[in-house]
Every structure is written in structure tokens, then in C-alpha cells.
């Protein structure tokens, strides 16, 4: 027997955000005009090496789109290569990159921490390097000191959101279901540590961990969130694990008879499908980040550090816009493109200036 009937879910509301960041300050971080203010008439002679792990997914391609974007905004070299879920494959680009010498490496690691010695040998030989996008450094809450600096989101502040509001909108009573995409890549920790955070704090709440699907895809979402109501049901929520997989959950959703009332669906991303879904009311609640201008970030960081000497602060965190059915503008924009508002997040914490100043003397 369901807990819920339609006609009698709790009134959607928004949720506010509560921003656990310690010691922050909002500033503006977003895309750069037309203008070529991101660095001087040396920016153009710069070259930067981009290793990413993954195109499938629309939070990476925007990442990419970004770094992409903004170097030929400025007119510098850039290359960007993907290695695919192959940290090994990844180890090599790095040390083959490394060989060419650019002037700064970004990297998006499939494994921070198998990633750490090539991306400390690049910072000995004078390059520096910065994490973009999915990085252990932002969940462990330090950037280590093989990167500069860390462009991103906080995947634990994610996480705790996503599950905050179902547990909210059921009154802190219900059977809340979650599937994954990728185990035991950062942004899998960090979401997981913030489920269990706020699930694992409301004893009315049975959370049920669904299945890996092992990648981030419409087909996948919809095979995972199968398994998760043929075992259960009886969910009250369910928390998808990407966008791309929400809209294959809304698929199965629907194909059992379920009503979009009878169930709270949350996600992250902001992919224009998921986004009319959220209009729609099929989706409940996203988190959209805004990849485009992360990635543009972690290029204008590189060109001022090499043409101007302007440290990077030690984290530049994307908290995500929060979108609900009743809150989301008719032109919202999706995560791939450049946002009018992103709402990033940078800590007061001072730039790393001795690791910074140990990297250029090697230049």
C-alpha cells in the first residue's frame, strides 16, 4: 500500500538553500563579455592542456564547452583531450603533456588521488596545474598540493539539498529510494556522504540505496530506476543521480502508472530536457550548475596567474541554482551554456601562495 495518495502529496515549496559553506563570499563568476580583459596582450602566446574523463555526460561536455569557449575568446592554445573512465589512460595524457610543456594543465581526473603524482610531477616542472569540475579536493575540503586551485561544485552541499527536499516535502516520513551512476568517483562520494547526512539524521526516513548503473545515460537511468520500483514499490521519492539519467527515470515513473503526484523526484545538472520535466512537474526539484562557466573560470585563473600574477583562490565552488516546479523561470538555462547569474561560491581562505610561488620559480 502506498503512504500517499494522489490529491493528498504536501504542497510543493521551496526549499531554502542552506548553504553550509563555512566562511564564504558570492562573487561574480560569470562567462566574460566581448572584450578580451581576461589577461594581457601575452595571453594570446599561452597554451593550456585540458585531460577530462568523460563527454558523455552534459555536465562534462559543458565543462569542456567552457574551457573550449573562453580560450578562443581570449586567443590562446588549447587542447583538450578525453581518456575516458581509464586513470591509467588519463596518467598518460598528463605525462605526454607534461613532455610539450604548456603553459597551465586543467584536469577533470577520473581518480583525484591516482591522479596526484603526475599532476604533482607537472607542478615541479613549472606548470601549474588546476581541478576542474569533478575533483576530490572538494569534498575532502582542501585542494592538495598537486593543484592551485579547485573550480567546481560541492558535490556533498548537492547531495544534502537533493535529499533535503524529499525529506521536507514527506514530513520527515516516507521511503526515499536512490540510484547511482559511476561508483567511487568524486562526484559518487560526495553525493552519497550528503544523502547519508540528512536521510541518515531523520529516523521517519527509510532510505533505500538502489543500483549502480556504471554510466550516465538516459537508458541507464531508466534500467536503474526499473530495479528501484520493482523492489520498492511502494517510494515515496526517488533521488536521481545526474539529469541525463532523471529523464529515463521519469520514463519508468510513468510506465508503472505512477502518478507524478504520488512521488518527489530530484536531480542536478540542468539539461533542457530535465529542465521541462521540472515545468512539467515530473521533476520535483535540480540543482543547475552552470559547467559552461566553470570551465571559463579555470581558464581566466591560468591567464591572469601567467600574465598577471593574480593568484586563484584556493576554491571557486558552484552551489547550484535551485529550481522547483513553481520557482523555475520559463528561460532557464541549461548546464552546457554560458549562465546571466551563476551562484558561485569562493572560500575566504587565502590563495595557496608558496605552492603557487614553488611552481612559477620553475618556470
Same mark, same amino acid.
Given at each position: 500500500?502506498?503512504?500517499?495518495?494522489?490529491?493528498?502529496?504536501?504542497?510543493?515549496?521551496?526549499?531554502?538553500?542552506?548553504?553550509?559553506?563555512?566562511?564564504?563570499?558570492?562573487?561574480?563568476?560569470?562567462?566574460?563579455?566581448?572584450?578580451?580583459?581576461?589577461?594581457?596582450?601575452?595571453?594570446?602566446? $599561452? *597554451?593550456?592542456? /585540458?585531460?577530462?574523463?568523460?563527454?558523455?555526460?552534459?555536465?562534462?561536455? &559543458?565543462?569542456?564547452? =567552457? %574551457?573550449? !569557449?573562453?580560450?578562443?575568446?581570449?586567443?590562446?592554445?588549447?587542447?583538450?583531450?578525453?581518456?575516458?573512465?581509464?586513470?591509467?589512460?588519463?596518467?598518460?595524457?598528463?605525462?605526454?603533456?607534461?613532455?610539450?610543456?604548456?603553459?597551465?594543465?586543467?584536469?577533470?581526473?577520473?581518480?583525484?588521488?591516482?591522479?596526484?603524482?603526475?599532476?604533482?610531477?607537472?607542478?615541479?616542472?613549472?606548470?601549474?596545474?588546476?581541478?576542474?569540475?569533478?575533483?576530490?579536493?572538494?569534498?575532502?575540503?582542501?585542494?592538495?598540493?598537486?593543484?592551485?586551485?579547485?573550480?567546481?561544485?560541492?558535490?556533498?552541499?548537492?547531495?544534502? $539539498? *537533493?535529499?533535503? /527536499?524529499?525529506?521536507?516535502?514527506?514530513?520527515?516520513?516516507?521511503?526515499? &529510494?536512490?540510484?547511482? =551512476? %559511476?561508483? !567511487?568517483?568524486?562526484?559518487?562520494?560526495?553525493?552519497?556522504?550528503?544523502?547519508?547526512?540528512?536521510?541518515?539524521?531523520?529516523?521517519?526516513?527509510?532510505?533505500?540505496?538502489?543500483?549502480?548503473?556504471?554510466?550516465?545515460?538516459?537508458?541507464?537511468?531508466?534500467?536503474?530506476?526499473?530495479?528501484?520500483?520493482?523492489?520498492?514499490?511502494?517510494?515515496?521519492?526517488?533521488?536521481?543521480?545526474?539529469?541525463?539519467?532523471?529523464?529515463?527515470?521519469?520514463?519508468?515513473?510513468?510506465?508503472?502508472?505512477?502518478?507524478?503526484?504520488?512521488?518527489?523526484?530530484?536531480?542536478?545538472?540542468?539539461?533542457?530536457?530535465?529542465?521541462?520535466?521540472?515545468?512539467?512537474?515530473?521533476?520535483?526539484?535540480?540543482?543547475?550548475?552552470?559547467?559552461?562557466?566553470?570551465?571559463?573560470?579555470?581558464?581566466?585563473?591560468?591567464?591572469?596567474?601567467?600574465?598577471?600574477?593574480?593568484?586563484?583562490?584556493?576554491?571557486?565552488?558552484?552551489?547550484?541554482?535551485?529550481y522547483t516546479t513553481e520557482t523555475i523561470p520559463d528561460n532557464a538555462e541549461p548546464v552546457s551554456e554560458k549562465c546571466s547569474e551563476p551562484n558561485f561560491r569562493v572560500t575566504i581562505k587565502q590563495p595557496k601562495s608558496d605552492l603557487i610561488k614553488e611552481v612559477l620559480d620553475q618556470?
Open positions: 500500500m502506498r503512504h500517499r495518495t494522489a490529491g493528498h502529496r504536501p504542497a510543493r515549496r521551496v526549499v531554502a538553500a542552506a548553504l553550509v559553506l563555512v566562511a564564504s563570499l558570492v562573487v561574480a563568476a560569470c562567462g566574460g563579455g566581448d572584450d578580451d580583459s581576461g589577461g594581457t596582450e601575452n595571453a594570446k602566446d $599561452l *597554451k593550456i592542456f /585540458y585531460s577530462v574523463y568523460d563527454r558523455q555526460a552534459a555536465f562534462f561536455r &559543458g565543462c569542456i564547452a =567552457g %574551457v573550449e !569557449g573562453e580560450s578562443k575568446r581570449i586567443g590562446l592554445d588549447e587542447e583538450t583531450q578525453v581518456s575516458g573512465p581509464d586513470p591509467t589512460k588519463q596518467i598518460q595524457q598528463m605525462e605526454n603533456a607534461i613532455l610539450r610543456k604548456p603553459d597551465a594543465i586543467i584536469i577533470t581526473p577520473i581518480d583525484a588521488n591516482a591522479l596526484s603524482g603526475v599532476s604533482k610531477k607537472a607542478m615541479d616542472a613549472g606548470i601549474p596545474v588546476i581541478g576542474l569540475c569533478d575533483d576530490r579536493g572538494s569534498v575532502e575540503g582542501k585542494a592538495g598540493d598537486d593543484r592551485i586551485s579547485y573550480v567546481g561544485p560541492d558535490y556533498k552541499l548537492t547531495g544534502e $539539498l *537533493k535529499a533535503k /527536499y524529499p525529506a521536507e516535502q514527506l514530513k520527515g516520513r516516507g521511503k526515499v &529510494g536512490a540510484f547511482f =551512476g %559511476v561508483r !567511487g568517483v568524486p562526484f559518487d562520494i560526495g553525493m552519497r556522504e550528503g544523502y547519508e547526512k540528512v536521510l541518515g539524521a531523520a529516523p521517519g526516513i527509510e532510505y533505500i540505496k538502489g543500483p549502480y548503473s556504471k554510466e550516465y545515460s538516459a537508458e541507464a537511468g531508466l534500467r536503474s530506476a526499473q530495479n528501484l520500483l520493482t523492489s520498492n514499490p511502494d517510494l515515496d521519492a526517488m533521488i536521481c543521480d545526474n539529469s541525463d539519467q532523471c529523464i529515463g527515470a521519469v520514463k519508468a515513473i510513468r510506465d508503472r502508472g505512477i502518478k507524478p503526484d504520488d512521488i518527489v523526484v530530484t536531480s542536478n545538472d540542468g539539461i533542457t530536457p530535465e529542465l521541462e520535466a521540472v515545468k512539467r512537474g515530473d521533476i520535483d526539484y535540480t540543482i543547475a550548475w552552470c559547467a559552461y562557466d566553470e570551465g571559463a573560470t579555470a581558464v581566466r585563473q591560468a591567464v591572469d596567474l601567467l600574465t598577471k600574477g593574480e593568484e586563484p583562490p584556493e576554491f571557486t565552488l558552484d552551489v547550484g541554482r535551485e618556470r
